[in-house]
């Protein structure tokens, strides 16, 4: 089924996981650390800058953001984690809610794991992608920003990264930058494939 990005529209914010909407259509779950680009790649999908806030501060989104992608698909902008400017007890409840729709049985379809290419991924990510593998949840693994490095450090850092970490014999690895524009039509392609497959 041919989905149309752009027509992605903002849908709800839920501050609480009883909040989270379930409407029916596949969801793709935005994971990953404060700052990596989870907002600035939704927006980028849509080709709409102004659709999710983007953000120089970290920590700055305290809910789940939806957005409904052309009556198609859900994506759940998730609150980020490992904010280094918040306090402890707002740290710990925007972990909650991030940790609350792992393990609070919600059904989602995919999950797009993001990190930053230039930096190696903290335990937090480490701990993540373990606990998708071990209980079989899809993820695809996108590293961000590779507009800051060049396409031979790239692949260095991929194929070091890969080796790192034991991604499932089935995980995608994309590389994006929401900047450049790159490796978007590739990741749009897999997640019609994936959710959709020849329909
Ligand atoms: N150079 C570059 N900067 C990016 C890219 N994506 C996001 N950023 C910047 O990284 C910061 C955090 O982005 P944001 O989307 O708010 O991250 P989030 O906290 O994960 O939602 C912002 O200053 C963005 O402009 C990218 O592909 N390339
Ligand atoms: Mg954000």
Do not use: W
Not at 58 to 87: C, E, H, Q, W
Not at 174 to 188: C, H, N, P
Request: charged share 30%.
């Amino acid at each position: 089924m041919a989905v149309n990005f752009r027509n992605t529209r903002f849908h709800k914010l839920a501050a609480n996981i009883k909040d989270c909407p379930d409407e029916g259509l596949p969801e793709i779950v935005m994971s990953g650390k404060s700052n990596v680009g989870k907002s600035s790649l939704v927006n980028a999908l849509a080709d709409n800058k102004k659709l999710a806030r983007v953000s120089a501060a970290p920590g700055k989104t305290r809910a789940v953001v939806y957005f409904n992608v052309d009556r198609k698909i859900m994506i759940a902008d998730l609150p980020g984690y490992g904010y280094a400017r918040v306090s402890k007890e707002i740290k710990e409840g925007f972990n909650k809610l991030a940790d609350d729709y792992f393990t609070s049985g919600r059904h989602f379809d995919l999950v797009l794991h993001l990190i930053d290419i230039r930096h190696s991924p903290s335990k937090e990510d480490i701990g993540m992608l373990e606990y998708m593998n071990s209980n079989n949840v899809p993820y695809f693994v996108i590293f961000t920003k590779c507009d800051k490095m060049s396409r031979a450090q790239l692949k260095k850092r991929i194929d070091e990264l890969s080796e790192e970490f034991d991604f499932s014999d089935t995980a995608n690895i994309f590389a994006v930058s929401s900047t450049s524009k790159t490796g978007l039509d590739d990741l749009k392609k897999a997640i019609e494939e994936f959710l959709f497959g020849g329909q």
